[in-house]
């Protein structure tokens, strides 16, 4: 019998609403111009699902697909990449406008900043885009992977020149790890986007990052006439991606905000649990997180965004791994006429919870909390393309994770 989707109503007491400032439209505008100077910079395609939309009774349906992104098959490198960045100008007493690809990959900079080296914990899209900032940009870059961690991902991290292991602790042990390898090391610097106490900047400038995907997206929306989604689903691991996706379309429309839902893999639903208890505390989850979805396989929130979110999300879900599944074969085999994304197991989430409060009633309730319905226009974001490719075929040819 399959598990079903858990989900909370945000009830929490708001709070002053501080970090929403990280996400205003200057920061963001900052990290899209440093982006668009990267001669692999591309605009990444908008799916408008007609078809889907009709299937399901929504008013218009929209897929962001990120598996176009520098190459690398993954929207993290945004993040990673700009708080280099903004690493590299701090300590060099400059501005991050200054710090353009030409720049940082020229023999000028090499000679009045040297080398830096970044560590990282990643499940694999954020080591990798790490990796590759590095790579690309003529620095060092180390990373530790959690146990369980794909070799396909591994593989693809040492691709880029990094110094990369699989250790046997989680994801959040990792994170400790390189935060402590970074301590010892000349130079040395943690790029993590979960924050903690005494660890905020790196994080919030990660975020900063990733609003280039939320600011593209918002473009795109209203070339075609969309001016405004009236509904965002966004996935959460740290809830980094989920702060930055929130606070800049809050940012954007002040004055009407969309409605904001939450998604989380079951085995490691910290932000749910925190919205369960209601009182706005942070909760952790521990063990070994495992999950079909292993980019979002964190236990212990980003605590930036746990602010942004709860602030501002109308419902945190715990989704079941089959729930992941589901999404990524209604957008692999899409209805006539739609285009195809091939979006992996930590992407296609929302794809499959949209479906399941929309093809029955058995989330009827959540359906009419949110109200969703055919005037609603919906935005998804598909995070990665199919960056575990054997793990993708099991799920598309061989049923792996089935709704029945």
């Not at 954020?126 to 992977?145: D, I």
């Not at 943690?190 to 975020?207: H, K």
């Not at 602010?307 to 079941?320: E, G, T, Y």
Request: charged share 20%; with cysteine.
């Amino acid at each position: 019998m399959k598990e079903t989707i858990k989900w909370a109503a945000n009830r929490m007491p708001p709070s002053e609403d501080r970090q929403l400032a990280i996400m205003d439209l200057d920061n963001v505008a900052k990290a899209r111009l440093f982006h668009t100077g990267f001669p692999q910079y591309s605009v990444t395609p908008l799916a408008r699902l007609n078809g889907m939309a009709d299937y399901l009774g929504l008013g218009g349906l929209f897929v962001k697909d990120e598996s176009f992104r520098f190459g690398l098959n993954a929207f993290k490198v945004l993040g990673g990449s700009f708080a280099m960045a903004r690493y590299i100008a701090q300590q060099m007493g400059r501005d991050v406008g200054e710090m353009t690809y030409d720049y940082l990959t020229g023999e000028d900079f090499r000679k009045a900043f040297g080398q830096a080296t970044f560590f990282t914990a990643t499940d694999g899209n954020h080591g990798r885009g790490v990796a590759w900032a590095a790579h690309k940009l003529g620095q060092r870059a180390v990373v530790h992977m959690p146990k369980g961690s794909s070799l396909a991902r591994y593989e693809n991290i040492a691709r880029e020149g990094a110094q990369v292991t699989i250790e046997d602790v989680n994801y959040d042990e990792c994170v400790r790890m390189a935060a402590a390898e970074a301590g010892r090391t000349k130079h040395g610097v943690v790029v993590q986007d979960t924050a903690w106490e005494g660890y905020e900047e790196i994080p919030a400038w990660i975020m900063q990052g990733y609003g280039t995907m939320a600011a593209e997206t918002a473009d795109q929306l209203r070339q075609i006439g969309v001016n405004r989604p009236t509904h965002v689903f966004v996935q959460a691991g740290v809830g980094s991606l989920a702060g930055a996706v929130v606070g800049y379309f809050t940012n954007l429309f002040p004055n009407d905000p969309p409605k904001f839902v939450v998604m989380e893999a079951r085995a490691a639903d910290c932000l749910y649990r925190g919205a369960l208890a209601g009182d706005g505390k942070p909760q952790v989850v521990k063990g070994d997180l495992k999950t079909i979805m292993a980019g979002l396989a964190c236990g212990e929130p980003n605590l930036l965004s746990w602010d942004i979110l709860r602030n501002h999300v109308s419902a945190f879900v715990s989704c079941p791994d089959w729930v992941s599944a589901r999404g990524m074969r209604m957008l692999g085999v899409p209805v006539k006429g739609d285009p195809t994304v091939i979006s992996g197991e930590s992407g296609a989430v929302g794809m499959g919870l949209l479906a399941a409060l929309l093809e029955t009633d058995e989330y009827k309730d959540l359906r009419e909390e949110l109200e969703l319905d055919r005037l609603s226009q919906v935005l998804l974001f598909s995070t990665e393309g199919n960056t575990d490719p054997m793990k993708f075929r099991k799920v598309l040819w061989d049923g792996e994770y089935p709704t029945v």
